[in-house]
């Protein structure tokens, strides 16, 4: 089993940057992905980004490619999100997830997931 833990959600104003935190715990060598996924009021939850544990290599949605930056550090088990840029269409809830085999952007292929973070930014 693998645990996850967000962090670092809160309230900004458009323009400015928040960086998120995932702690992971537990069975961390079996994953092969880590990612993001939001889902704001009366929508579906969404891919945002993702990033291979060992290789490192990235994925990212669209709608957040350019502004948004998904790192890790292997050491401390934490994978981080960095947010620049927001914009009020980012306000959602923003969950950290993972998986055992090869990256994808559906949601229903990850096993792991963690509590979530409220990201709210005003304009």
């Known amino acids: 089993q693998v645990q996850l833990v967000e962090s670092g959600g809160g309230l900004v104003q458009a323009g400015d940057s928040l960086r998120l935190s995932c702690l992971a715990s537990?069975?961390?060598?079996?994953?092969?992905?880590v990612g993001w996924f939001r889902q704001a009021p009366g929508k579906e939850r969404e891919f945002v980004a993702a990033?291979?544990?060992?290789?490192?290599?990235?994925f990212y949605s669209d709608s957040v490619k350019g502004r948004f930056i998904i790192s890790r550090d292997n050491a401390k088990n934490t994978e981080y999100l960095q947010m620049n840029s927001v914009k009020p269409e980012d306000t959602a809830v923003y969950y950290c997830a993972a998986k055992e085999s090869a990256f994808t952007g559906l949601s229903g292929e990850y096993k792991y997931w963690g509590q979530g973070t409220q990201v709210t930014v005003s304009s």
């Open positions: 990033i291979a544990w060992s290789t490192g290599r990235t």
């Open positions: 537990g069975r961390t060598f079996s994953l092969y992905a």
